[in-house]
């Protein structure tokens, strides 16, 4: 089992930054990939970027170039930097674990 906290999230204008962090306990020996999602009000659950344990990393279209996921040197916490944030990027941001594993959400609101 993996338990995950994320933490980070608030209110910001457009074109702002945040940066979302994620703790993971447990079985954090057995992660080979972490991720974070966000999900809008109405809408699914969207996979935003993910970094493998060789620290490989991929992002939706939506993010691509604003985004970065990283993992701390211990490998058990994640980040999400969130550069030129717009209202679309408004959210509830979940981090994951091994696409099985989800924390409660940290909720991200980005308005002027």
């Known amino acids: 089992q993996v338990q995950l906290v994320e933490s980070g999230g608030g209110l910001v204008q457009p074109g702002g930054s945040l940066r979302l962090s994620c703790v993971a306990s447990g079985s954090i020996f057995s992660i080979y990939v972490m991720a974070w999602y966000r999900q809008a009000p109405g809408k699914q659950r969207d996979i935003v970027a993910t970094i493998y344990s060789g620290g490989t990393t991929t992002y939706s279209d939506s993010v691509k170039g604003r985004f970065t996921i990283s993992r701390g040197n211990n490998k058990n916490t994640a980040y999400l930097q969130m550069n030129s944030l717009q209202p679309e990027d408004t959210a509830v941001y979940y981090c994951?674990?091994?696409?099985?594993?989800w924390g409660q959400g940290t909720q991200v609101t980005v308005s002027s």
């Open positions: 994951g674990a091994n696409y099985a594993y």
